[in-house]
């Protein structure tokens, strides 16, 4: 069973993230091949302490640099620190996973190495915003090809992380710059096999703070959660919705 870095970029929004971290822990802790790595951009809402209740894995950088830095950190890190893990997934905490994530991304990886010429990063977040069909090569019922996929769902193994980071070290302008999840991925020349079917849920904006993706819209907030839902949901998140946004607000 191929082994899961599960790299989770973090900042402020302490409610969902507080719901994002008991699930993804519960999902590690029942996997047993697997591990997250909390990536925190100096939030100012919540310590140290409090997200390592929920992993023990956990690089707080002292000044706020962006996501970017973020990911370019965790990057290397799978690289030099994580060598014993065979795939790299990065997720941001404003999601709900489910359950089964992990395996549906083992399994979606061994498919596409046997009937791909190439491997392909495996996206598992069918948003709103990257379903226009200029992006979409291909698709089915279950899965589509896609030149690009969000960044709060991209899976990569350890090939493509290495060749990602020769383009950001060669292009160090790309390290800081807005869209790292278009543009280091764009360096594989490769497209996104994604399912689609969202094996998560994105909720951008918490009680009293939004996010990239959300505006916090005073009389009726859960509007703001209609801006970036995911697209074909599994069962469970479509159970959870609800419960999750009641918590959240």
């Known amino acids: 069973m191929r082994k899961i870095l599960i790299a989770l970029s973090t900042f402020n929004r302490k409610n969902i993230t507080r719901l994002c ?15 997250l790595v909390v ?6 809402t919540y310590s140290e302490k409090f997200l390592k209740q929920f992993s023990k894995n956990v690089l707080r950088f002292r000044v706020s640099g962006g996501v970017e830095r973020s990911r370019a950190r965790a990057f290397r890190d799978f690289v030099h620190v994580y060598k014993n893990f065979d795939l790299f997934y990065m997720t941001d905490n404003d999601t709900i996973h489910d359950p089964n994530f992990l395996n549906i991304l083992r399994n979606l990886y061994e498919t596409s190495s046997k009937k791909f010429d190439k491997k392909l990063p495996i996206g598992l977040y069918n948003s709103k915003f990257h379903n226009h069909s200029n992006n979409i090569i291909f698709k089915n019922n279950i899965l589509s090809i896609r030149k690009t996929c969000p960044g709060v769902s991209q899976c990569f193994d350890r090939e493509m992380i290495k060749k990602m980071l020769v383009f950001i070290n060669e292009n160090p302008e790309y390290e800081t710059l807005y869209g790292f999840d278009y543009h280091w991925p764009l ?31 005073e009389h009726d907030p859960k509007i703001d959660f209609e801006r ?9 998140l479509q159970k959870i919705r609800d419960k999750i946004i009641n918590k959240i607000l």
């Open 21 to 35: 971290l008991e699930n993804l822990k519960e999902i590690v802790d029942s996997d047993g091949k697997s591990k």
């Open 187 to 217: 360096s594989l020349n490769v497209p996104f096999l994604q399912t689609q079917t969202s094996y998560l849920e994105h909720f951008a904006r918490d009680k009293k703070e939004k996010g990239l993706h959300s505006t916090l819209t």
């Open 39 to 44: 990536y925190d951009d100096a939030s100012t």
């Open 228 to 236: 970036d839902r995911a697209l074909q949901p599994s069962p469970y």
